[in-house]
């Protein structure tokens, strides 16, 4: 029926007739998008986020693909119009398979890129260097293969310190938290620094507060909590903030400085939260090194842009990195997992998962 009313068009109608289903999915998809970031896409909103990957990546390749045959369908029951019908047709197909590309790539290969990043920080208060690594977000669904090579990458860098700042799990509700627990505690377990593990909690295991302490250990976690030692090259202390405060900068802040005035100015100080949020207020506290995750770098980072969206109140270029900002130094974690809320695929797109390496060196005079 569609070929003979095509055939009772002119040329020039049948023409403008063949572009009809691409324009139209295109304005479709430019209207759902609208649509979806209007929703609290960029909020960030999960179940709006979830919502919009299915559409752009599951929906809509499958949409071209049928335009690509419908086309070439055309393209063989309208001979005058063969030229045109095989640019649709191959433009449709090139659609299809390149969001296809596009879905496996940002699902399957760079949640597991794991890249490791190296920083190499100056201090004055120490005689010795001290390798620090830093990771966060683990935030699995499932211990599987992946996360087991997170941990054997870290055994391989042979740290001093291990610091870890929240999200362990983030696990379906067909799954059982204890089960999950002890697989993920057994590879904490595997590493073995010789100045210890610290961690915060994170907000996706609320089960993990009812934990004895002494089950969780190697980990210690610090929740508005501060622990330190000593080695041969000075004096360490570490606060960890508790998730409520990690968000929270003016309340993280009465921890903060009570911390502070009962450490001597001489001790290297690094300061732990889940959230970044707390370092907007630490321009001027004397803190040597603040560590947070949560933000993921955004997961999907736009070239030239930026991410999207980071969930956190603090300047977009800090969701990443390291950065001094003011007389601290702030590393964010762009994490090692990836967000699972209610079933969302590990989705990353120009942010790679990472471990960081901070190696703190002796200032030369």
Not at 150 to 178: R, S, W
Not at 197 to 205: F, K, P
Not at 208 to 233: C, H, R
Request: proline content about 5%.
């Amino acid at each position: 029926m569609f070929v003979f009313l095509l055939n009772k068009l002119d040329i020039k109608n049948k023409n403008a007739f063949l572009f009809i289903p691409i324009l139209g999915s295109l304005i479709y998809f430019l209207i759902q998008n609208i649509i979806f970031i209007k929703s609290g896409l960029l909020d960030p909103n999960f179940d709006v986020i979830f919502e919009c990957y299915k559409f752009n990546l599951n929906y809509l390749p499958r949409v071209f693909l049928v335009l690509s045959l419908i086309y070439f369908v055309l393209l063989i029951a309208l001979r005058p119009f063969r030229k045109l019908g095989l640019i649709f047709a191959l433009f449709s197909i090139l659609v299809s398979i390149s969001l296809f590309a596009l879905d496996f790539y940002i699902t399957k290969i760079e949640p597991e890129k794991l890249l490791i990043r190296n920083i190499t920080l100056t201090s004055d208060k120490i005689t010795k260097s001290i390798k620090v690594v830093h990771f966060s977000d683990v935030q699995s669904a499932k211990i599987d293969d992946y996360e087991k090579r997170i941990f054997k990458t870290i055994q391989k860098i042979d740290a001093d310190l291990i610091l870890y700042t929240g999200d362990f799990l983030q696990l379906p509700k067909e799954l059982n938290f204890k089960d999950q627990w002890e697989q993920m505690h057994r590879l904490f377990d595997s590493l073995n620094p010789r100045f210890g593990i610290y961690a915060v909690y994170g907000d996706t295991e609320l089960a993990l507060y009812s934990v004895p302490k002494d089950e969780i250990l190697p980990i210690q976690i610090l929740s508005s909590k501060a622990d330190s030692f000593t080695f041969e090259g000075g004096n360490i202390s570490i606060y960890g903030l508790s998730l409520y405060n990690s968000k929270n900068p003016l309340w993280a802040m009465r921890g903060i400085e009570t911390w502070l005035k009962e450490n001597d100015d001489s001790h290297f100080k690094i300061l732990l939260g889940h959230s970044p949020d707390y370092a907007l207020a630490l321009k001027d506290s004397r803190i040597d090194l603040c560590l947070a995750g949560h933000t993921h770098g955004g997961q999907v980072r736009v070239p030239f842009i930026g991410p999207l969206t980071i969930d956190s109140q603090i300047p977009k270029k800090w969701s990443r990195g390291f950065h001094k900002i003011g007389i601290p130094y702030l590393n964010v974690s762009a994490g090692a997992g990836s967000n699972h809320y209610n079933g969302l695929p590990a989705m990353r797109f120009n942010c790679p998962t990472e471990i960081t390496v901070i190696n703190i060196v002796p200032q030369k005079d």
